[in-house]
């Protein structure tokens, strides 16, 4: 052995330092071969075609719609008028907006759209059928096509709606929602953008089961898209277990709205939408809401400094008092206590005069879905260019055949 070179590298360092410097040759070592199998690993794959999955496969091609007109870009959904080439029949296309589904439609929403389609109610929207474009992810349903949703239509509106016309469309909306909690489903996203409207006085439900589709809309939605102002307290407090009643206090918001004509409770956040809630009803009481201290949120977002008594009545005073009492037992803050669907169409506030408008007597708009007026900008729509980010596959389909 020659003495007189260092016999090996670490001759003149002392164990504690030869141990930093291996830690350290170990850790880059290891973070280059994650680098490595980052760069090996393979390119994601493509969507799978349609014929990949056999429930949809049969399903037509979207090729048999002609598009008329964009309608709206909405949080789930991107809404066209389009032809039916062979019939000539009018209808309202969606194209789902299934970007985070890297594998394609899942089967719970196949389920649920099926469902969807048995859901027969005049004042429902009806879903005629699903049509697919070549991928997994291009799916597409075919509702009728309904003139107005009554977002837009309160915003250009004239003339208010009569107080008749009031409670024929308030008549309508509970007749759809008492069929629907029927049948054990919360509709959970009601508000005045999914209330489409004919030109003839009637409502129809819209984006009906799409809430419970794509999981929980709390979770699944940022703020920037999706519009608090409907939404109950008990969710707001973070009440894990819902029912019902949810859905009942998103009517209690439209009814409110189509007297006042603006939103009821037009809250930034959560803790203002609370806080918004409790200013006009009443902070809640254990009398009045027995075990709301026990919901997640309710040390935190339910402390605001809010009177204890409600001032509805003052907000509502030139309505009828059976106006008002069918209002504050929709907007009643303990669930349990909110009136049903079913209770509240038997409610004197539709037996007094004036008795609900035939629907044919309802003045005719014009409408923006059709393309006869400018749509106002909605601030719960996301801000981007729709057509641009969603090509219709039937458009360029067409456009490579001609
Ligand atoms: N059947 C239809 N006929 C006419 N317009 C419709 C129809 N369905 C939806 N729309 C319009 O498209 C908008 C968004 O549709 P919606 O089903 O609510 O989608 P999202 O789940 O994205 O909110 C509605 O607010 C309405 O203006
Ligand atoms: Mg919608």
Redesign the pocket.
């Known amino acids: 052995m020659n003495h007189n070179v260092p016999r090996t590298k670490w001759a003149h360092v002392t164990l504690d330092e030869r141990d930093a410097v291996e830690r350290e040759a170990r850790a880059k070592a290891a973070a280059r071969a994650v680098l490595e199998k980052q760069k090996r690993k393979a390119p994601v794959p493509p969507v799978p075609p349609r014929e990949a999955y056999p429930p949809i496969a049969g399903c037509e091609s979207v090729v048999k719609y002609e598009r008329l007109n964009h309608?709206?870009?909405?949080?789930?959904?991107?809404?066209s008028?389009a032809r039916n080439k062979e019939t000539g029949e009018v209808?309202?296309l969606?194209q789902l907006?299934l970007d985070k589904e890297k594998h394609g439609f899942p089967i719970t929403s196949l389920r649920e759209i099926h469902a969807l389609m048995e859901a027969r109610h005049p004042h429902i929207?009806q879903l005629k059928e699903l049509v697919v474009g070549d991928t997994l992810n291009k799916v597409y349903?075919v509702?009728?096509?309904?003139?107005?949703?009554m977002?837009?239509l309160l915003g250009s509106m004239r003339t208010p709606f009569l107080q008749s016309e009031i409670k024929a469309l308030m008549q309508q909306i509970l007749a759809a929602v008492a069929y629907m909690h029927d049948r054990w489903i919360v509709h959970r996203?009601l508000k005045t953008?999914?209330l489409?409207m004919t030109n003839r006085g009637c409502v129809?439900i819209?984006?009906f089961g799409?809430?419970r589709m794509f999981g929980d809309p709390q979770r699944a939605m940022t703020s920037l898209v999706v519009t608090l102002w409907y939404r109950a307290p008990e969710l707001l407090l973070g009440a894990e277990v819902y029912d019902t009643a949810v859905d009942m206090w998103s009517v209690g918001c439209i009814f409110a709205e189509l007297l006042l004509r603006v939103p009821l409770f037009p809250g930034k956040k959560e803790t203002d939408q609370v806080s918004r809630i409790f200013r006009l009803l009443g902070r809640p009481t254990p009398e009045r809401w027995p075990g709301y201290t026990a919901l997640p949120n309710a040390a935190t977002l339910g402390k605001s400094a809010a009177p204890s008594q409600s001032s509805l009545r003052h907000r509502f005073r030139y309505t009828t008092d059976a106006t008002l009492d069918m209002l504050e037992r929709m907007l009643t803050l303990n669930p349990a206590r909110r009136i049903s669907s079913e209770d509240a169409l038997k409610h004197v506030y539709f037996t007094e005069s004036p008795l609900p408008a035939h629907p044919d007597s309802f003045g005719s708009f014009p409408s923006?879905?059709s393309g006869e007026k400018r749509?106002a900008l909605s601030p719960s729509?996301p801000r981007r260019d729709a057509a641009q980010q969603y090509p219709l596959e039937f458009e360029w389909k067409q456009q490579n055949v001609e």
């Open positions: 309608i709206e870009e909405g949080s789930y959904g991107v809404v008028r209808v309202a969606k907006k929207v349903l509702m009728e096509f309904v003139e107005h949703d977002k837009t996203d953008s999914n489409l129809k819209a984006d799409l809430a923006a879905a749509r729509i």
